[in-house]
C-alpha cells in the first residue's frame, strides 16, 4: 500500500494506469530504464477486483498463434531475471498436457508453437497423468516447458522491484480524467499529475478510460467462474507428485477450452475452469448474471465426471475473475491513434513481462522487440470518434 503521509510529486517521467500484472511490468521496464515513473492503481493493494489476483496461472510454450509463440522465449527469460532480481520463487515446472482431437488445426498450432515435444497416447498419457481420461479419437501433446506461475507472489515481486528502482506506486487513487497534450495531465481522486508519456493498463475498465480520449474499443469483460474440485483421494492431483497442468481443446461440448492446474491453492482441491464468461461490468461485477448465476459450473461438472473422474462432481470452491476479450480474442498493444504519447495494452498473465516491455518500448519511442502487429488498434473498424 502507498504512504499517505509522502508528498505527492506532481510530474513524473511517465505514468502507468493499473497496477495489474500488465501495467506493473510496464512500470517496473520503465524504471529499470531509469524513467521516473509513477504507477495509479483504483484500489487498494492487494485486492481481487480485477483480473490479476489469486495464486496460481498456468505458463506454457504450446500456443496455436505463432506470434504467441515466437513471445514465449522472451516471457520465461524475463521471469526468470525477475524472480533472481527479487531471490523468490515465481515458477513451478509441472509440464502440460495439451487434450484434444486427433488432427484438430488448434492442437498442431499448439505442437508447433511448443517445439519438440511428445505426442501422447493413451498408454503415455495415463503413465504422464493418471487422473485424466480422454476419449477415443483424443490425443494430448506433452510441453515440458508448462507449469504454474505464483500470481499473487509474482504480482507483488514486480511491484517491490519497481520500487526499488524508484518508481512511486499509489493505490487506492481513481482516475477521473485524463487530458491529453505534450504533456499529459491526469486527475485522481488524489491529486493531478503530469507526465509526457501514459500508458494504460486497466484490463477491464480501459474501455470506459479511453471513451473520453476518441476511442470506442470492442473490449468486452468477462466474469469468469474459478472452480476448485476436490479430489476423492487425498493426493492424487497434488502439485507435489508432479501432477502436470492440463489444457482441454476443441471439444464439441466445450468450444472455448477448459484449463486445470494441480492442487496447490487449496489443500486437495483442484482448479479446473472454463476458459469463458458472461458479459460484466466491472463495477458491478459481485451482481450474479441474468439467468443461471454460473452458467458454465454444469458444463465443468460434466467435464470432470468424464475426463477427471478421481475429482467430486460439484466443486467446492467457487471464486470470480475477469477477463477482458476482443472480438479476435487477440490483444490490443498500440499506441492512440491521434495521442501517440498514450499508449494501451494488456494480455494474459503469463505474457505480462513481454507485454510490459512492449509497452515501455512504445511509450519511449522505440523499435519493438516484437513485432506488434498483430495487436493495433487499426484492425478494429469504427474505433476513432470525436473526443469529448
Same mark, same amino acid.
Not at 508528498?7 to 521496464?29: R, T
Not at 483480473?51 to 498456468?58: A, D, E, L, N, V
Given at each position: ?14 505514468? #502507468? ?26 484500489? #487498494?493493494?492487494? /485486492? ?18 505463432? /506470434? ?70 483424443? #490425443? ?9 506461475? !505464483? ?13 526499488? /528502482? ?84 476443441? !471439444? ?41 448465476? /454460473?452458467?458454465?459450473?454444469? !458444463? ?87 473526443? #469529448?
Amino acid at each position: 500500500m502507498a504512504a499517505r503521509s509522502q508528498p505527492c510529486q506532481a510530474s513524473y517521467d511517465a505514468i #502507468v494506469i493499473g497496477a495489474g500484472i500488465q501495467g506493473s511490468f510496464a512500470a517496473y521496464h520503465l524504471a529499470q530504464r531509469h524513467r521516473d515513473t509513477l504507477l495509479l492503481e483504483q484500489f #487498494v493493494l492487494p /485486492h481481487s477486483r480485477g483480473s490479476s489476483h489469486g495464486q496460481s496461472r498456468i505458463t506454457r510454450s504450446a500456443y496455436p498463434q505463432a /506470434h504467441y509463440a515466437r513471445m514465449m522465449p522472451d516471457s520465461f527469460r524475463l521471469w526468470q531475471r525477475l524472480e533472481a532480481e527479487a531471490g523468490t520463487s515465481l515458477y513451478r515446472r509441472t509440464g502440460l498436457v495439451v487434450l484434444g482431437l486427433a488432427g484438430d488445426p488448434e492442437l498442431e498450432g499448439c505442437r508447433r508453437g511448443a517445439g519438440p515435444g511428445d505426442i501422447l497416447d493413451a498408454a503415455a498419457l495415463a503413465q504422464r497423468f493418471p487422473g485424466l481420461r480422454p476419449r477415443g479419437g483424443e #490425443v494430448a501433446l506433452w510441453d515440458s516447458s508448462g507449469g504454474v506461475l !505464483l500470481a499473487d507472489r509474482a504480482l507483488r515481486a514486480v511491484q517491490d522491484m519497481f520500487r526499488r /528502482h524508484g518508481g512511486t506506486l499509489r493505490d487506492g487513487e481513481k482516475v477521473l480524467r485524463i487530458e491529453p497534450g505534450a504533456v499529459l495531465t491526469i486527475t485522481t481522486t488524489a491529486g493531478v499529475y503530469r507526465a509526457p508519456r501514459l500508458i494504460i493498463a486497466a484490463g477491464a475498465w480501459t474501455g470506459a478510460m479511453v471513451a473520453p480520449l476518441g476511442l470506442r474499443l470492442p473490449l468486452q469483460p468477462l466474469r469468469i467462474d474459478v472452480c476448485y474440485w476436490r479430489e476423492k483421494e487425498p493426493g492424487s492431483y497434488s502439485a507435489g507428485k508432479a501432477t502436470p497442468c492440463f489444457m482441454a481443446l476443441g !471439444l464439441p461440448e466445450a468450444p472455448h477450452g477448459i484449463y486445470g492446474l494441480p492442487a496447490l491453492e487449496y489443500p486437495g482441491l483442484v482448479k479446473v475452469c472454463y476458459h469463458h464468461g458472461s458479459p460484466a461490468d466491472p463495477e458491478e461485477r459481485d451482481q450474479a448474471p441474468q439467468g443461471a448465476p /454460473h452458467p458454465n459450473v454444469a !458444463l465443468l461438472s460434466s467435464f470432470i465426471s468424464s475426463y477427471l473422474p478421481g475429482l467430486e462432481p460439484r466443486p467446492a470452491v467457487l471464486e470470480t475473475c475477469l477477463y477482458t476479450n476482443t472480438p479476435d480474442g487477440d490483444f490490443i498493444l498500440d499506441r492512440h491513434p491521434k495521442h501517440s504519447n498514450i499508449i494501451i495494452g494488456g494480455h494474459g498473465f503469463k505474457l505480462a513481462p513481454v507485454v510490459g516491455k512492449l509497452l515501455c518500448e512504445l511509450s519511449l519511442g522505440e523499435e519493438p522487440s516484437h513485432s506488434t502487429a498483430p495487436f493495433t488498434i487499426g484492425r478494429f473498424p469504427g474505433v476513432l470518434r470525436a473526443a #469529448v
